[in-house]
């Protein structure tokens, strides 16, 4: 199936409400959303509303920005529920890499398609992918319709006897040429993996590589207490203290995790604008900690949230991190005003789009026409009080299981909860069969 159809001239979407996450945080009861071509025309109130830029559809229900996922590894869909109980070192070593290291391009694209799916029909609009097999991934991105940023991973596999990170980072190069801007919806940067698995060498050709380029590059840092050990003993720094001397803080720079820093740590973030993935959700199912979020955004650094790897969350529903990340910032601060509920809405919307350098996750004039439709005839968002109570059912209560309709780029890829661009019978089967295959059971 494909999305690649083009987009309506233009259509007046009225609803009973929409929550726009703009600068004063309006929301509109009822409320009027134009979309014209890819981005956004009108919105605001019906009253004085200019003439429509098209066809008008009375929508109803609530109308929100599409939510961001700013760290993912959408192909493990293949791997999903798989060592279960072990801590990140192991979990990566014993179980996870050895499994990828039999996974090829058309297992990846099918693990693509499943997420992709699932990301989409819970509201999703845009993912920000770091995996392997980057050609196949990027191909099923432009496949299914969704906004992506795609990362290609960057290991050191010499001890597997592929060359180190170099082979990977030529593929990396390859793949940015290829498909950076694709479509109006795709682009690519560079993920180096993670401190520990790619060489001071490597990781400041690669930065490098990427600020030439302006490309994002996206990094796992400080996800568990002992992961900068190694570092430090090598170069006796932290990891960001290393980054910062190899270059790779000049450029647009996405740390992903972030649980283990020092007050130093965060003024290199703070100076570098370095924007931070927070994964509470796969934090905390690994055991690794709880990054912390207060004080990202007291800093005012950039902050959006992830699902991590279908394997480690184990769901790409970020709905769950919607919930979670100010929970778990509250109950670390025993303070309930420790994260607001616009906050919490904000990160997982415009704050992942800001994160990303991307002009998403807001519904106002000229951004990007991302947006989802939830359902506001359920008693999830019972009883309806004001608009502030609105946004605390939305953001508390309502969940992924309301939504109903997407719009990417102003193009229809959910409608009446059927997902247009993707068979998800074919998609069951493929990964069902292939996830065994890996597995070693079949």
Same mark, same amino acid.
């Given at each position: 199936?494909?999305?690649?159809?083009?987009?309506?001239?233009?259509?007046?979407?009225?609803?009973?409400?929409?929550?726009?996450?703009?600068?004063?945080?309006?929301?509109?009861?009822?409320?009027?959303?134009?979309?014209?071509?890819?981005?956004?025309?009108?919105?605001?109130?019906?009253?004085?509303?200019?003439?429509?830029?098209?066809?008008?559809?009375?929508? %109803?229900?609530?109308?929100?920005?599409?939510?961001?996922?700013?760290?993912?590894?959408?192909?493990?869909?293949?791997?999903?529920?798989?060592?279960?109980?072990?801590?990140?070192?192991?979990?990566?070593?014993?179980?996870?890499?050895?499994?990828?290291?039999?996974?090829?391009?058309?297992?990846?694209?099918?693990?693509?398609?499943?997420?992709?799916?699932? *990301?989409?029909?819970?509201?999703?609009?845009?993912?920000?992918?770091?995996?392997?097999?980057?050609?196949?991934?990027?191909?099923?991105?432009?496949?299914?319709?969704?906004? %992506?940023?795609?990362?290609?991973?960057?290991?050191?596999?010499?001890?597997? @006897?592929? %060359?180190?990170?170099?082979?990977?980072?030529?593929?990396? +190069?390859?793949?940015?040429?290829?498909?950076?801007?694709?479509?109006?919806?795709?682009?690519?940067?560079?993920?180096?993996?993670?401190?520990?698995?790619?060489?001071?060498?490597?990781?400041?050709?690669?930065?490098?590589?990427?600020?030439?380029?302006?490309? +994002?590059?996206?990094?796992?840092?400080?996800?568990?207490?002992?992961?900068?050990? @190694?570092?430090?003993?090598?170069?006796?720094?932290?990891?960001?203290?290393?980054?910062?001397?190899?270059?790779?803080?000049?450029?647009?720079?996405?740390?992903?995790?972030?649980?283990?820093?020092?007050?130093?740590?965060?003024?290199?973030?703070?100076?570098?604008?370095?924007?931070?993935?927070?994964?509470?959700?796969?934090?905390?199912?690994?055991?690794?900690?709880?990054?912390?979020?207060?004080?990202?955004?007291?800093?005012?650094?950039?902050?959006? *949230?992830?699902?991590?790897?279908?394997?480690?969350?184990?769901?790409?529903?970020?709905?769950?991190?919607?919930?979670?990340?100010?929970?778990?910032?509250?109950?670390?601060?025993?303070?309930?005003?420790?994260?607001?509920?616009?906050?919490?809405?904000?990160?997982?919307?415009?704050?992942?789009?800001?994160?990303?350098?991307?002009?998403?996750?807001?519904?106002?004039?000229?951004?990007?026409?991302?947006?989802?439709?939830?359902?506001?005839?359920?008693?999830?968002?019972?009883?309806?009080?004001?608009?502030?109570?609105?946004?605390?059912?939305?953001?508390?209560?309502?969940?992924?299981?309301?939504?109903?309709?997407?719009?990417?780029?102003?193009?229809?890829?959910?409608?009446?909860?059927?997902?247009?661009?993707?068979?998800?019978?074919?998609?069951?089967?493929?990964?069902?069969?292939?996830?065994?295959?890996?597995?070693?059971?079949?």
């Amino acid at each position: 199936m494909s999305s690649r159809a083009p987009a309506a001239a233009g259509r007046r979407l009225v609803a009973d409400a929409v929550v726009t996450v703009d600068d004063r945080g309006t929301v509109l009861v009822p409320g009027v959303v134009d979309v014209v071509g890819d981005r956004l025309g009108y919105v605001g109130p019906p009253e004085g509303a200019p003439e429509a830029p098209g066809p008008v559809q009375q929508v %109803g229900g609530l109308l929100m920005p599409g939510l961001v996922n700013t760290h993912a590894h959408t192909p493990m869909t293949l791997l999903r529920g798989a060592g279960d109980g072990l801590g990140l070192e192991r979990w990566l070593r014993e179980v996870v890499w050895p499994r990828e290291a039999r996974m090829t391009d058309e297992d990846a694209r099918w693990g693509m398609l499943a997420g992709a799916h699932e *990301l989409l029909s819970c509201g999703v609009t845009t993912t920000c992918e770091m995996y392997l097999h980057a050609t196949a991934v990027a191909e099923a991105l432009l496949e299914a319709g969704i906004r %992506g940023v795609l990362t290609p991973g960057i290991f050191d596999l010499g001890g597997a @006897g592929q %060359g180190g990170w170099r082979p990977p980072f030529e593929a990396a +190069l390859a793949v940015h040429r290829d498909f950076d801007g694709a479509e109006g919806r795709l682009s690519v940067g560079f993920a180096p993996h993670a401190a520990y698995t790619v060489p001071a060498e490597g990781l400041a050709t690669v930065a490098a590589a990427a600020h030439e380029r302006g490309a +994002l590059v996206q990094i796992h840092m400080a996800e568990t207490a002992t992961e900068g050990d @190694g570092v430090r003993a090598e170069h006796g720094c932290s990891v960001p203290e290393l980054l910062e001397r190899l270059g790779v803080l000049e450029g647009r720079v996405l740390a992903a995790h972030s649980v283990w820093l020092s007050p130093a740590d965060l003024d290199l973030y703070q100076a570098h604008d370095v924007a931070v993935a927070h994964c509470p959700g796969s934090n905390a199912k690994l055991g690794s900690g709880v990054a912390p979020l207060a004080a990202f955004l007291e800093r005012g650094i950039r902050v959006g *949230l992830g699902t991590d790897g279908p394997a480690s969350n184990d769901d790409l529903d970020l709905w769950e991190e919607l919930k979670l990340a100010p929970m778990l910032a509250r109950v670390t601060a025993t303070d309930a005003t420790a994260v607001s509920t616009a906050q919490a809405l904000r990160l997982a919307t415009r704050g992942g789009a800001e994160a990303l350098g991307l002009d998403t996750g807001h519904l106002v004039t000229n951004a990007l026409a991302d947006l989802v439709r939830l359902e506001l005839d359920d008693t999830r968002f019972l009883p309806f009080l004001d608009q502030g109570s609105l946004l605390a059912d939305l953001v508390w209560a309502a969940g992924s299981r309301l939504v109903t309709d997407v719009w990417v780029g102003g193009r229809p890829v959910v409608v009446g909860r059927r997902c247009l661009t993707i068979d998800e019978v074919e998609v069951r089967a493929e990964v069902g069969r292939r996830g065994r295959r890996l597995a070693g059971l079949g």
